[in-house]
């Protein structure tokens, strides 16, 4: 069964200090990964997509990394406004096939000043 | 260029009663899929429609049904309220689906009392 697992549940951080949020995957057939962020109240806002192992994509504070059986979002000197739950998931699929997205229950962050 | 809409943004209905809720992709977008997102669960997929067809469908009970029109907007619908249904609703929309990123809507807001 694909299923997708984030840790840690909760993650407080003093404004500065760097960290980083795991997603662990079980998929068939891995045709992306996708990382989101929510804030209250919001639909989540899509931040990035990853397709293979070894390949890494930056924003801003926010660089994310993806192997064969995880991911990484790395947050660099994190900032109050950085505070949201950050949200992962795969997409499978065979050929030509794609399936639906498969979230995990999110990393909610919150950065103090 | 407009992102997702979706209406209404709040919604409060009674056990038993049904509830139609509505979707406008972005401008061009031919892939609307639709999500429930609560608590205890996180984001689970309901359905996704790609040019008017049912394209893939998660397992939710037939209360739950949707559909796309000409226009690519989409509606989902659902029957005989529960108390469980209580949710947000988050419909997502993409060029043709999957792996060129998913959009979200603000979500709509369902109360079941």
């Known amino acids: 069964e694909d299923q997708v697992t984030q840790s840690p549940e909760a993650l407080r951080l003093q404004e500065g200090e760097s960290s980083s949020l795991n997603c662990s995957y079980t998929?068939?057939?891995?045709?992306?990964l996708f990382w989101y962020r929510q804030d209250p109240g919001k639909g989540p806002e899509f931040l990035f997509t990853l397709y293979s192992a070894g390949e890494e994509k930056e924003k801003e504070r926010l660089k994310a990394t993806l192997t064969k059986k995880e991911s990484f979002l790395h947050i660099t000197a994190p900032k109050p406004e950085d505070s949201a739950t950050y949200l992962c998931a795969v997409q499978a699929g065979y050929g030509g096939s794609q399936g639906n997205l498969i979230f995990g229950k999110g990393t909610k962050l919150s950065v103090k000043p | 260029k407009a992102g997702v809409t979706q209406t209404p943004r709040y919604l409060i209905k009674t056990r038993g009663q049904q509830v139609t809720l509505s979707c406008s992709p972005i401008?061009?977008?031919?892939?609307v899929s639709w999500y429930q997102q609560t608590p205890g669960q996180g984001l689970q997929f309901l359905f996704e429609?790609?040019?008017?067809?049912?394209?893939n469908k998660g397992n939710f009970p037939g209360r739950f049904s949707g559909r796309q029109f000409s226009n690519s907007r989409s509606e989902m619908n659902v029957s005989t309220l529960e108390l469980g249904d209580s949710a947000l609703y988050l419909c997502?929309?993409?060029?043709?689906?999957?792996?060129?990123?998913?959009?979200f809507g603000s979500g709509t807001r369902l109360t079941v009392v």
């Open positions: 401008s061009g977008h031919r892939s």
């Open positions: 429609y790609f040019s008017e067809t049912q394209r």
């Open positions: 997502a929309s993409s060029p043709t689906g999957g792996i060129y990123g998913y959009t």
């Open positions: 998929v068939s057939g891995l045709r992306g």
